[in-house]
């Protein structure tokens, strides 16, 4: 348990956590509209791919991960990860004493009340398998038809730094081609680290085709944060650390589109 006072439990830190460098897309923008809180990361770069993952290992991983956080006592995690949001949060959302924050869920209302009248989703496999968004968005709308479809090697492409390899142009285009035919009006991009892949999908449809549900989600978190008197009063930018369970060089540069990070991130495994 968090054991401070009401003032102290604002200044702890938000924790987010995902396989790799995917939640960095969502941990920038959150940086940027609440400078003044304090951050962890935990990248699982040792399990990474999480998307190839069953429910029980990805519990599993979960666990440990917040077990981790709640060592660090923080006052809130982000599932900065579409895999675990879909597999683990409703099996986990009880056990710990912080306030946790999984993207889709998080987002699908939003999403929901634009009208849209067909939808893709492009995400890992287990996040495809669970139906998660279909589930979650059917839920405000039920007139949206939703079109899922896995793309298991683009969070490798990201991961090992090939976004301008002509291998990773071809997947990327192949999945394109797969979603075309169903003619949606927009396209989530239902993995943290598709966002690192606009450049190329740019390349075949327009930017504003696609929803990166970090914008939204960030919004939601700084809300509820506030709506809950949960803000830090800190009056100078907070400090950030970051984790990874291997190849901390690795995360530095793959992440570094997304977000320079000062120093070598520090190997944990849990
Ligand atoms: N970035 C994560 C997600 O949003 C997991 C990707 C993976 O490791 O497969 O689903």
Known sequence: MIKTNTKNINNLPIAFFDSGVGGLTVFEKLKKILPNETYLYYGDTKNMPYGEKTETQLIEFADKIFHFFEQKQVKAVVMACNTTSAITYDKLKNNYNFRIYPIIQSVSKVIAQQDIKRIGVFATPATINSHAYSKEIKKYNNDTEIFEIACPEWVKIVE??????????????????????????????????????????????PENKFIDPAIEFSKFIKDDLQTNNLLSDNKTEGTEKFYVSSSPENFKTSGSLFYKIDGMPVLVSL
């Open 160 to 205: 090992n730094n090939k976004l301008n390899q002509p291998e990773s142009f071809e997947k990327i285009k192949e999945k394109i081609k797969e979603m075309e035919i169903h003619t949606p009006e927009k396209i989530i991009l239902g993995c943290t680290h598709y966002p690192f892949l606009l450049g190329t999908l740019k390349q075949f449809l």
